[in-house]
């Protein structure tokens, strides 16, 4: 589809009637990621061969702008040191999709559309108002398989893992025809920082200071992946984590007993995956970086839930000594010991601020990363996989697969792991910057993750 066609999610600004508030600080450093290549969230749905289904289609994402308008907004200034979030009146004129055809089947058009970036500086300009959050696309596939695909891409200020979760169960039920759900205005009213409580977000000043320090010097001395090739234009690239609901069950349940959560081994198996990928000697030590981002919504002032679009996550970074002969659930105690502990202390609140401000600074300044990779940690995870129980859904909306992620080829961790029950099958999207990393590289770390938390999740199986 050419660019020019694609459709925004609102009209251009310009009438008395539209609002906008600044941007909060969390909000601004994903309007200085997504022009670099990390934080464009993709919705990609694979429809089934059916009448009506651009119609429908069209009805589900107009909908969804409906009930939540921070998807009807435009980022003004994006680019400068004080962009704004623009409003449109509801009676704004909505966007409307055309289906376009497509020789590629869904799976090569989602990679395609995943790194398709509207926001990006080298883009055609959207106009002096800003770029619209919400960008929508519709495909006819090529037979035999034909049907359509839908790809909804939001701009990460806007929408964060946990929304886009939700904003899909919206798009099915749309398109199961169930009608519009309930409307909400949170993101309009407020980013994350004015909703946190103030005595969860006091921090004094000598704390902040040792801390930033704490941050920088650990980054300046943590190891990651080898890079393949460094200094070239890069995209976002995905291999699938896929376990069976019989091995879903027993990797849960061995997670329970070795009082850990699923990101805490996810990310365990990585750290130990990405060593035994290096051949080093017996002991050798090396050190690595873990982000833990967390679901800040029931920690807010009035509190949220997942219905509430808008970005309203928080990260927790630790560093952790890796000599190769620990075990999975031995390292995985590490892991949910050393995250929980900083969020026993609020640091998911007081260090909001700190770690936006390194962000910002790393995308100024990529030579304070390792080879200018802007690499910031060897893995990043979720403290919960999103679970969907949607097979009737699906059914009913004549969806036959679909896929939320996100780029991360800009700033960012080695690999992302956007981690998801399915009908009790753990399905695991691994994103990675290509080439900077291959795909071959990452396909066979994560052949060794998968081996380490089946071995771990069997009967006396902890060693590797």
Known sequence: ???????????????????????????????????????????ALRLSPRAGAATAAEAAVRSLQTAHPILRAHLRAASTSSPTLAFPPSSAPQL????????????????RELNRNPWAAA?????????????AALYDLPAPA?????????????????????????LLA?????????????????????RIPKKDAWKPFWARGVDMVGYSINGLRTSTLPFVETGTARSTQMVRLAFGRDDTARLLDACKENGVKLCSAMAAATLLAARQSKKLDSGQQETYSTATLINCRQFLEP??????????????????????????????KRCHDSYTSAKNSNKHLTDTADLNFLMCRAIENPQLTTASALRTALVSVFEEPVTYDLSYLQSKAGVDDYACIAT????????????????GRLDCACMYPSPLHSRKQMQE??????????????????KF
């Not at 883009?123 to 960008?135: K, Q, Y």
Request: hydrophobic share 40%; net charge negative.
């Open 1 to 43: 589809m050419d660019p020019g066609k694609e459709q925004a999610g609102t009209a251009e600004p310009g009438g008395s009637a539209w609002s906008a508030r600044p941007v909060g600080g969390t909000e601004y450093s994903w309007c200085r990621a997504v022009p670099g290549g990390t934080g464009t969230t993709l919705l």
């Open 96 to 111: 409307a999709l055309a289906p376009e055809p497509s020789a590629l089947d869904f799976d090569s058009l989602l990679e």
């Open 123 to 135: 883009e055609p300009g959207p106009g002096p108002d800003g770029a619209p959050v919400l960008f």
């Open 146 to 170: 034909g049907g359509a695909a839908l790809f909804v891409r939001i701009h990460t200020a806007a929408c964060d893992r946990a929304a886009s979760a939700a904003l899909l169960r919206e």
């Open 174 to 194: 749309h398109l199961g025809g169930a009608g519009a759900g309930d409307p909400e205005a949170a993101a309009v009213e407020a980013g994350l920082e004015d």
């Open 303 to 332: 509190p949220l839930d997942d219905h509430n679009v808008g970005f309203f996550y928080s990260a927790i970074t630790n560093t952790h000594k890796i000599h190769g002969e620990e075990t999975l659930w031995e390292l995985a």
């Open 408 to 423: 991360v080829h800009g700033i960012g961790p080695s690999v992302g792991v956007f981690d998801s029950i399915r009908d």
């Open 445 to 462: 770390l994560f052949d060794t993750v998968k081996r380490i938390l089946h071995q771990g999740s069997s009967a006396g199986g902890d």
